[in-house]
T-cell receptor, first 115, second 117 residues
Framework: SQQGEEDPQALSIQEGENATMNCSYK?????LQWYRQNSGRGLVHLIL?????REKHSGRLRVTLDTSKKSSSLLITASRAADTASYFC???????????????FGAGTQVVVTP | DTEVTQTPKHLVMGMTNKKSLKCEQH?????MYWYKQKAKKPPELMFV???????INESVPSRFSPECPNSSLLNLHLHALQPEDSALYLC????????????????FGPGTRLTVT
C-alpha cells in the first residue's frame, strides 16, 4: 500500500516559473526522499531529508519536512523544459530493521514545463 | 560508477515462455530491489535482497522467481506470465542500513519494458 500521497496529480507551468508539489504520509519515518522519472525511464534520486531536518536545498530544489503534519513539499525554482517529468516522494519507515530499505512511494506528480 | 544496468531493455514473451531479466551494479551496494511499475503509477516493490539473501517478498506470485547470484547481480526469472504482468520492471540498489551517510537512497536502472502476449 502507498504511504505517501501527493498533490497535485498534475502540474503545468511555463519555463522560469516555480513548481511546488506536496507529499503527505501516515506513519513515523526515518527519512523522506524525492525522485524524478522521465517518461518510461528509471527513477533518479533527487534529494533526501531526514526526520530531524526541516529544510534542505540542492541546486534549484528546496525540500521542507513537517513531521508534526506528516507532510513534505518539493519546490523547483526557475523551471526548465528539461524538468518535465513525474516526481515521486518516498518514505522510509522509522521501524528499522523491519523495513529493510522498503520505500513507500507516493502516487506522483506529473509536471509539464512548456517553453 | 553510480550506474545500475538492466538487460534487456525491451522483452516480448508469450504466456508459455521462460525468460530472465538481469540487473547489475558495481557500487558495492548490498541491498538490491525489484519493482514493477504500471503506466502512470508509482513503482511497486516486489523483492528486496540484502547481502544476497531474500529479505522481503511482497507476496509476489511464484511465476516471478528472483535470484541473487552475487552482490553485484540480480536476476528475475519469469515463467507462465499473464498479460496483466506487462509493465516496466525496475531494478534498484542501495547501501545497507549500517551506512549513515545515505540511508537507503536508491539507485535505479533504466528498466525492462515487458510485454506478455
Amino acid at each position: 500500500s502507498q504511504q505517501g500521497e501527493e498533490d497535485p496529480q498534475a502540474l503545468s507551468i511555463q519555463e522560469g516559473e516555480n513548481a511546488t508539489m506536496n507529499c503527505s504520509y501516515k506513519t513515523s519515518i526515518n527519512n523522506l526522499q524525492w525522485y524524478r522519472q522521465n517518461s518510461g525511464r528509471g527513477l533518479v534520486h533527487l534529494i533526501l531529508i531526514r526526520s530531524n531536518e526541516r529544510e534542505k536545498h540542492s541546486g534549484r530544489l528546496r525540500v521542507t519536512l513537517d513531521t508534526s503534519k506528516k507532510s513534505s513539499s518539493l519546490l523547483i525554482t526557475a523551471s526548465r523544459a528539461a524538468d518535465t517529468a513525474s516526481y515521486f516522494c518516498a518514505t522510509l519507515s522509522a521501524k528499522m530493521p523491519d523495513s529493510w530499505g522498503k520505500l513507500q512511494f507516493g502516487a506522483g506528480t506529473q509536471v509539464v514545463v512548456t517553453p | 560508477d553510480t550506474e545500475v544496468t538492466q538487460t534487456p531493455k525491451h522483452l516480448v514473451m508469450g504466456m508459455t515462455n521462460k525468460k530472465s531479466l538481469k540487473c547489475e551494479q558495481h557500487m558495492g551496494h548490498r541491498a538490491m530491489y525489484w519493482y514493477k511499475q504500471k503506466a502512470k503509477k508509482p513503482p511497486e516493490l516486489m523483492f528486496v535482497y540484502s547481502y544476497e539473501k531474500l529479505s522481503i517478498n511482497e507476496s509476489v506470485p511464484s511465476r516471478f522467481s528472483p535470484e541473487c547470484p552475487n552482490s553485484s547481480l540480480l536476476n528475475l526469472h519469469l515463467h507462465a506470465l499473464q498479460p496483466e504482468d506487462s509493465a516496466l520492471y525496475l531494478c534498484a540498489s542501495s547501501q545497507d542500513r549500517t551506512t549513515e551517510a545515505h540511508p537507503y537512497e536508491q539507485y535505479f536502472g533504466p528498466g525492462t519494458r515487458l510485454t506478455v502476449t
